[in-house]
Every structure is written in structure tokens, then in C-alpha cells.
């Protein structure tokens, strides 16, 4: 079995002496230094699985360390040590990719859990490289980039956006820094969250997604908290909450910007204290999780509206994951297009139809204001209603050719009709209205109404525009 070593950058001799015990008692050995200089010495020397820098050093500071690893040292992590109360300095550090920071006065249970962290991380993560490999092995062929799974989810494409989201989520896996992921609804930002968790050091444990948008106010403090038997009326038993389910991994909260102010006050606490009280409990317990947020709503603009904490707002947008839209990248589409009509054709049992030309030039054409999730809803719908040998652009039912003052088809009466899409559009509008008027807008009770999933009443929601 191999021995870890660990690089320890810090000019106070006590210090350096607290985490030298602390390692050897782990089992780690350990090299000193106590400056930038010897620091960069060292490195030249070995490799090493772990750095341990403080942030003020003699000759310079901990971010000249950490930048010259990132630059020579490929994935080798480094972790920060910073004075009481500099939180500046521990963001700066997680942006320019820090794997965490521990701050002083050293607490040893932490300084243990970012060390066991750090050298849990992927094997291939944690060694010398200047040219990291970027492809997966199984059953020992490269697979792709374009084709790499995230718990059976797939961030399919080879075109700049995409390849520039999945260099920055593989950098994202080998840090604990909370991360935001933007994008409209649809672009894969819970694959994205998954992704970043299965390479990450908490990939062992649980990955805990939460739609914030989904939970009715008046249950969302015992649904985040948990609570204690007899704290409410129905309360027949203790139950842990998302927070505790989410110890030791990763808590993904999609919709973030939906959070109700009081949440939001809570949820910050919990994240500044790393605490949680159950509801009628009298005692609070320690969790460790990572945070990764997302919605599709701009959280700056929530700030400024008053709608969002800008202090909450900091905490979770330490590093900012852009998921570009289907429009961006509309050289992705035929790809994305073959792949997921095997999927689907897999999944249902169906022969594989042929994609006709001009099928795939209406694809490549069509907007996608549900970007990757509405194109697999077309690709569902034309695999139903095409022949089973081939798909055609009408079997796609994007839309009907406009008549020549483009304001839809005329039917054989002489009376002006909608596009199909339209026409569609506007059944299901009714519908969906229909269903939230019933359940007195419960969009939990009007889904099973419907008869889909939330998921599936949220996408329509927001395409067809309804409040």
C-alpha cells in the first residue's frame, strides 16, 4: 500500500509542527517548508498527493504556491490556511482553485476531514501532470469526452461550450468550494451537479437534489431540518431532513432563487455555522456537505429586487458554471440527435429509425426554448409517430409552414387556422390552467392531475409562460 506524502508550506514553527503530529498520526508522510521558495524546491523533488499552504508567507503568500502548482503540478490539490475571519482570502483561493480552506485557529476534526478529503479525491487527480487525461477507461478503451456518464447522465457535445463546461467541471470535482451552475431550463445543470459529484471526493457518499420550487413553504423548514417526534401536529416519528441526508456528500439545490426569504436567513447559518437543529430538538449536530446551487432565473437581478440575500448569494456563487443553451452550440445537434434517439429507442424497445435529411435540417433550425430536454421530449414524440423505419421533419411536429402573410395555414373553409405548434401550445395551456385552478395552484397535486411528473409541469410552465 502506498504511503501519501504531504507538502506543509507555513513559516511558524509551531504550526508546522501541530500538522506534521497530526499527518504522522494519520499514517501521511510529510515534507516543510517554510516559504514560497523552498516551497517550489520541494515540489521539484517529488510529487506529492496534498499541499498544506498558509496564506502569509514570508517571501510571498499561499496564492503563489497554489498558482505555480496549478500551472506545474497539473491536479495536485492544495489546501489553504487562513487567518480568523478571512473569508476573502478563502474565496480568492477557491476561485484561482484551492481545494479547500482551514482556517485559524486550527481545528483538528476539520483539519482531518479536509486531509482525508483531499486524498480521497480520483487517484488520477491527485498525481504529477502536465497534460491530464481527459477520457475515462472501461474494460480498457478510451471513451470520448463527448460520451462520458455521470450517474447513466451524459453532457454530450465536442463543440467550445460544451468542451469549456466539462474542463471546468473536471477542475470543479477536485475542489470543495460551493458552486453555482446558471443556464436556462433544460441545459443539463442537475447532469452537470452529478458530474461534478461523481469525480469529486464525496463521489462514496450521498448526492442529495432538492427543487427548491417543488416544496410548499409551510413544509420547507422540516423537509431542509428534519424535525423530532411530537415537534408538530403528525409529527408520528423522528425524521432526518435534506441536510442530514446530505452529510458526508453533495446537496444540490436546483432553483435556488425560488428559496423564500425566511429559508434563506437559515439556510446561510447553517452554511456559515456547518450546524443543524432538527425541529423540536433542543441540540444542534455537525454536517459536512458540499453546496452545489442552480436555477435558471438571474440571481443578481433577485438581489437587486430584494428577492435574494446578497450575502447568501456570496456564499453559494463562489465559482460560477455557465451551461451554454442549444442555440449556442448548434453544431452539437446531430450528435446529441443519434444518441439520444439510441437511448430512447433502447429504452422503449424500438427499432432504431433513420433520421431524414430533412428532419435533421428542421432540428438543426428549430430554437429549443427547452434546449436538451425539449429536444429529447421532440425526439420521444417523433419516435411514436413515425413509421419505425424512418423519421421525417412532420413526424416532429415543430411547426407547419406559414402561409404567405405569415399568420398561419388556411384551412379548407377559407378560415385562418394556428400553426400546429401553436395550436398545441394553446390545448395544453388550457389544460395546465385548467388542472392548476382545480388543485388551487398546488403544482405538486395539479402534475399527478395531469398525469406527469413536476419536472415535466415545471418545463411546461416556463415554456408556455405561465405564472
Known amino acids: 500500500m502506498t504511503t501519501n506524502h504531504v507538502l506543509i508550506v507555513d513559516d511558524e514553527a509551531d504550526i508546522r509542527e501541530l500538522l506534521v503530529i497530526t499527518l504522522m498520526r494519520m499514517g501521511i508522510e510529510t515534507t516543510t517548508a517554510q516559504g514560497c521558495e523552498e516551497a517550489i524546491a520541494r515540489l521539484k523533488e517529488r510529487a506529492y498527493d496534498l499541499c498544506l499552504t498558509d496564506m502569509r508567507l514570508p517571501d510571498g503568500d499561499g496564492m503563489t504556491v497554489l ?270 440527435v443519434s444518441q439520444l434517439l439510441a437511448r430512447l429507442s433502447s429504452q422503449s424497445g424500438a427499432p432504431l429509425p433513420q433520421m431524414g435529411e430533412d428532419a435533421m435540417r428542421a432540428l438543426t433550425g428549430y430554437d429549443y426554448p427547452g434546449n436538451v430536454r425539449e429536444l429529447e421530449n421532440i425526439l420521444e414524440r417523433a419516435l411514436a409517430l413515425c413509421d419505425g423505419a424512418h423519421i421525417t421533419a412532420a413526424d416532429l411536429h415543430l411547426t407547419d409552414e406559414p402561409s404567405a402573410t405569415g399568420n398561419g395555414a388556411v384551412n379548407a373553409s377559407g378560415e385562418r387556422t394556428l400553426p400546429l405548434h401553436e395550436y398545441l401550445d394553446q390545448l395544453e395551456r388550457e389544460q395546465i390552467v385548467k388542472a392548476l385552478d382545480q388543485t388551487k395552484y398546488n403544482k405538486t397535486a395539479a402534475a399527478k392531475v395531469l398525469g406527469i411528473s413536476f419536472r415535466s409541469l415545471r418545463y411546461r410552465l416556463d415554456r408556455l409562460g405561465i405564472e
Not at 78 to 90: C, F, K, M, P, R
Not at 94 to 101: E, I, T
Open 67 to 336: 498558482t505555480h502548482i496549478a500551472k506545474h503540478y497539473g491536479n495536485t490539490p492544495v489546501a489553504v490556511i487562513t487567518a480568523y475571519g478571512s473569508t476573502d482570502n478563502a474565496v480568492a483561493a477557491l476561485k484561482a482553485g484551492a481545494f479547500d480552506y482551514i482556517s485559524k485557529p486550527i481545528q483538528l476534526k476539520q483539519l482531518r476531514e479536509v486531509i482525508t478529503a483531499a486524498l480521497s479525491l480520483p487517484r488520477g487527480a491527485a498525481k504529477r501532470t502536465d497534460k491530464p487525461d481527459r477520457s475515462r477507461k472501461t474494460a480498457g478503451a478510451a471513451v470520448p469526452e463527448s460520451l462520458i456518464e455521470a450517474d447513466n447522465q451524459r453532457l454530450l457535445g465536442d463543440s467550445a461550450p460544451i468542451a469549456k463546461a466539462r474542463e471546468m467541471i473536471g477542475k470543479l470535482a477536485r475542489s470543495q468550494a460551493p458552486v453555482h451552475i446558471a443556464g436556462e431550463s433544460g441545459t443539463g445543470k442537475e447532469v452537470a451537479a452529478r458530474m461534478i459529484h461523481a469525480d469529486s471526493s464525496r463521489r462514496g457518499a450521498t448526492f442529495v437534489p432538492v427543487n427548491c420550487g417543488a416544496i410548499p413553504e409551510n413544509l420547507m423548514e422540516s423537509e431542509f431540518f428534519g424535525y423530532r417526534k411530537g415537534a408538530f401536529t403528525g409529527a408520528d416519528a423522528d425524521k432526518d431532513g435534506f441536510l442530514h441526508a446530505a452529510v458526508g456528500g453533495t446537496l444540490f439545490l436546483d432553483e435556488v432563487g425560488d428559496l423564500p426569504l425566511a429559508m434563506q436567513v437559515k439556510l446561510l447559518r447553517v452554511i456559515q455555522e456547518k450546524k443543524v437543529r432538527k425541529l423540536g430538538d433542543t441540540t444542534e449536530v455537525s454536517v459536512d456537505f458540499r453546496i452545489i446551487s442552480a436555477t435558471h432565473k438571474n440571481l443578481a437581478e433577485k438581489v437587486t429586487a430584494g428577492e435574494f440575500r446578497q450575502d447568501l448569494y456570496y456564499r453559494l456563487n463562489v465559482i460560477e458554471l455557465k451551461m451554454p443553451s442549444l442555440r449556442e452550440i448548434p453544431e452539437d445537434i446531430p450528435l446529441m
